[in-house]
């Protein structure tokens, strides 16, 4: 049997995720399902970000992971039972450390552990007895990390270390060509060394006995090579034809694929050549002979998993692609026919997303989770009756997706909408009904809607677990809606790829279907979710749940988008940037009075004053009006733009100019130049003038009418150069604080130097004045506000909250300053003496806020709004919002919460 070349690119991930699973017309026992068994708690990721090593290893007898810095438990791969804790000594006893580990293989009674201690340049490997934990060898090593250089001159894609039941096997990546050596298992004796050809593209994987090399060389070499670990000599060698691109076509060459599973076999793939082997190097299949050979599954002896991936298809002219989409939900490991073959996929009760597979024995497979647990699945085998591809559904259970909506479901969104459906291949089988549905609108302005049926399982009990395993995923990594959100129904914006927007999303899991709907506005999502959970409830004939009202919600509005700056309350309307528009609604009732788009992105700040909204797009200034959303004017700005708005003039600071623009209609009244860059802090207005600070620490005071100068003083404070100089009026003073460590108060009206006080740490942030004193947040030790005389300049006192890895907010009230620490910590201090009165955790990591509102702290943190006693610190109440730190903003007697792409409007009180 010759390899042929595939019609088009032919990529070895796609390959392996075809095929279908047993289908014996005899009815004898084949595979016929995944089914977890054990799992337990996994702290490690699955690789080292520097070496690419694994963190877990996995043998007939055990599964050895890392956990911590210092230590690897080992599992019995069986039943999931904790045998061991390996504590990894440091390589020179009594030096009160640990070496880090980067590495665990196990491997035939052995788990092999590599450290890496960067700050002492010291890599070794570490051999343990995986029954009784004793210490059988060490050895330093030197494990370089992957080499980017021209192709011409040779380059490694694989693992640098690879452990086998004969030899540990080390890869030099710095070496050209690249040299392999190996350690006995037992003794860490070095055993063999051996060289690659020069000029090589060169890729490895390892079986349990047996190191498989991929060369692709110069001149559209092609080899495939089975070496023994031990030895390093070869099993045996595969010359495949060349590919049409090759390593001096230009570009970037095909990069050679090589997947293997543990028994053995193994996947090649480079650009559009593909083929699978058995262990003993004869041909089992090329790639588009594993995906169209025929045969049924009894008698057939499946490999063990070579991947854990998502669904495939199959393009029109026969070429393998990818699937791009994220359809189906579930992951399936897939396995090669080792008679016919032909390749073989069953479904896992997990989702395809952040799920990895870390090893597999004999009847076994263990698969990582990024929810942070490690399981175990073992495969079953049973009579099969066609359907093992979809979870042993039957494919005319499947709902038509069409059909989950109607048109006048879609009618309060835009009158004439048409479902379109589709229907993808699912590892080369089509559905008879369509699993995917875009509804169009009749008019280019209304969103389209997506929906698809994700997945159909065997039981509720299965869907439900796959629901909320994706769930828990979306909570830890995206932006929802948890004020909307039921049993049955999620709400979320997915992260885009470029990070400057979302996706909104809804999961909708009843019974045993998984939906998933997509829209650009999620003013439709929440209209036409509950709709789809309702449908599915009625079909399966299940108690339709009412989710609890909050008693002090008082209206809540989703943007389509994420927030990117705090609302602005003003004129009886809410306005808000989410995304790349500008929203208004009604303060009172959450009734939507306009939307405007500005740009794809808008990051703010937002500004309303003067019956007018201000946002800064790309490229420009733009005023809108602040009853219709109707864009007034816009004026050009460069990337580094700030601006601010009083007194009907807008004060625009970009680069070396100074601008004072009609609020009204956008004119340019005056102009000033200073002969440096400004600041990146935004300018500040205090009666008739605005303070702006440049780069070299020169503070400008000019007349907010006419931009005339009234004074320039340089104070010193820039030492860089770094636009760090901020500062802030109260009164008759302005201060002044930049990168030297220096507070100065200057006399508003003259800039004479009223007092400068030295601080202990760098305080990039501007100062925040009060009638009496001035606060001023520092980075020393972790964080530190200092708190001064604001006639004298004395240093009154300091508070050191602990880590703050961000600048911290500070309010003040009654006496009280209330500040909030990295940790989560929300701390009231006496303003006087700084002695601390109370604190309180509200999560564990970033604060927003806090803010005072009529004697009651409000912090979002934690995912949640929290209500404290100002007096007390005792817990008031706690709203789940979704969002990690969401903002409030207290106007006209209600709380306003900024939580991701929601505003919530709150009662106080409950």
């Known amino acids: 049997m010759l390899i042929t070349r595939a019609a088009a690119v032919v990529l070895l991930t796609a390959a392996l995720l075809t095929g279908t699973a047993a289908d014996t017309p005899d009815g004898r026992p084949a595979p016929v399902q995944w089914r977890m068994t054990w799992s337990a708690p996994a702290e490690a990721d699955l690789v080292d970000g520097i070496h690419g090593t694994p963190h877990y290893g996995v043998s007939q007898p055990a599964l050895a992971m890392a956990a911590g810095q210092s230590t690897v438990r080992v599992h019995d791969a069986h039943t999931g039972a904790l045998v061991r ?60 990390s992957p080499r980017n250089q021209a192709s011409d001159a040779g380059t490694y894609e694989g693992p640098s270390i690879m452990v086998t039941e004969r030899g540990v096997v080390l890869v030099d990546q710095a070496a050209e060509p690249p040299a392999l050596r190996t350690l006995d298992p037992r003794t860490g004796t070095p055993v063999a060394r051996t060289a690659r050809p020069r000029g090589c593209a060169l890729t490895a994987a390892a079986t349990a006995r047996s190191v498989l090399l991929l060369d692709h060389c110069a001149g559209n070499h092609l080899r495939l090579a089975s070496v023994d670990p031990s030895t390093l000599r070869p099993n045996w060698t595969r010359t495949l034809p060349s590919p049409s691109r090759t390593l001096t076509d230009g570009g970037s060459p095909p990069s050679p694929h090589l997947v293997v599973s543990g028994d053995g076999y193994a996947g090649v793939s480079v650009g559009d050549v593909s083929a699978f082997y058995r262990p003993d190097g004869r041909l089992l299949s090329t790639g588009q002979e594993a995906l169209r050979a025929a045969g049924s599954a009894r008698d057939s002896r ?28 579930p992951a399936f490991l897939v396995s090669v026919d080792a008679d016919s073959g032909r390749l073989r996929a069953l479904p896992l009760d997990a989702p395809s997303t952040h799920v990895s597979l870390v090893g597999t024995t004999p009847g076994m497979a263990f698969v990582l989770f990024a929810t942070g647990r490690v399981a175990a699945y073992t495969l079953t085998y049973g009579v099969p009756g066609g359907h093992e591809l979809f979870d042993r559904v039957p494919p005319d259970a499947w709902p038509d997706a069409c059909g989950l909506l109607t048109a006048a479901d879609l009618r309060p969104v835009a009158d004439g909408y048409v479902p379109t459906p589709r229907t993808p291949t699912l590892f ?38 796959i629901f909320a395993t994706e769930t828990t995923r979306i909570k830890q990594t995206e932006t929802y809606d948890a004020i909307t959100e039921d049993a049955h129904l999620l709400d979320y914006i997915r992260s885009t790829a470029t990070g400057t927007g979302g996706a909104p999303e809804a999961l909708v899991n009843v019974g045993p279907v998984v939906v998933r709907l997509a829209s650009a506005s999620r003013s439709a999502l929440r209209l036409l979710a509950p709709l789809v959970r309702d449908e599915l409830l009625a079909r399966y004939r299940l108690p339709r749940t009412v989710p609890t009202a909050l008693s002090n919600l008082r209206w809540t509005f989703p943007t389509d988008g994420q927030l990117t700056d705090d609302p602005v309350v003003a004129g009886g309307a809410v306005h808000a940037i989410a995304g790349g528009k500008v929203h208004a609604m009604d303060a009172s009732s959450g009734r939507p009075l306009w939307t405007t788009v500005i740009a794809e992105f808008v990051g703010g700040p937002l500004r309303v004053t003067d019956g007018l909204v201000f946002v800064e797009g790309p490229g420009s200034l733009h005023a809108l009006d602040a009853r219709t959303g109707r864009r007034r004017w816009r004026h050009p700005v460069g990337p580094s733009s700030t601006f601010v708005v009083a007194k009907r003039r807008v004060f625009l600071v970009d680069g070396e100019t100074a601008v004072g623009l009609d609020t009204v209609s956008g004119r340019e009244l005056w102009r000033f130049q200073s002969g440096d860059t400004f600041s990146t802090f935004r300018p500040v207005i205090d009666g008739a003038t605005v303070y702006i600070p440049d780069a070299g620490g020169t503070v400008h005071a000019l007349d907010a009418a006419t931009g005339r100068r009234r004074w320039s003083v340089r104070t010193g404070a820039a030492k860089t150069g770094s636009h760090r100089v901020a500062t802030a009026a109260a009164g008759k003073v302005v201060y002044v604080i930049g990168d030297d460590r220096r507070l100065r ?13 030295q601080v202990g740490s760098d305080v990039p942030f501007p100062p925040l004045p009060t009638d009496d004193a001035v606060y001023a947040w520092g980075w020393g030790a972790g964080g530190v506000l200092y708190a001064l005389d604001a006639r004298t300049g004395r240093l009154r006192w300091t508070f050191a909250p602990g880590r703050v890895s961000f600048p911290a907010e500070t309010a003040v009230d009654r006496g009280r300053v209330y500040l909030a620490d990295g940790d989560g910590v929300l701390h009231c201090l006496d303003a006087v003496t700084g002695v601390e009165r109370w604190r309180q955790s509200v ?59 929601d505003i919530h409007a709150l009662r106080p009180t409950p």
């Open 85 to 144: 804790t390996l504590s990894v000594a440091p390589a020179t006893p009594g030096n009160g450390s640990r070496d880090p580990v980067a590495g665990v293989w196990a491997t035939s009674g052995t788990v092999v552990v590599f450290t890496d201690d960067q700050s002492r340049g010291d890599q070794r490997l570490h051999a343990y007895d995986a029954r009784t934990g004793t210490l059988l060898w060490r050895r330093a090593v030197s494990i370089a």
């Open 302 to 329: 499946w490999s063990r998993p070579m991947r854990l991936n998502q669904g495939a298809a199959t393009g029109g002219d026969g070429a393998l692609w990818g699937d791009a989409s994220r359809w189906p939900l």
């Open 428 to 465: 080369g089988e089509r559905l008879p009904k369509p699993v995917q549905c875009d509804w169009i609108p009749p008019v280019d302005d209304a969103p389209v809607v997506s929906l698809s049926v994700d997945w159909v399982s065997s039981s509720s009990a299965v869907a439900a677990r």
């Open 745 to 757: 108060a200057l006399d508003a009206a003259t800039g004479a130097r009223r007092w400068t006080t």
């Open 843 to 901: 999560g564990t990591d970033r604060v927003s806020g806090p803010i005072v509102h009529a004697g009651t702290v409000y912090a979002g943190a934690g995912g949640a709004v929290h209500a404290l006693d100002g007096m007390t610190g005792a817990r008031k109440w706690r709203i789940r919002t979704g969002s990690q730190a969401p903002s409030v903003v207290a106007a006209g007697g209600l709380l306003y919460v900024s939580a991701g792409g």
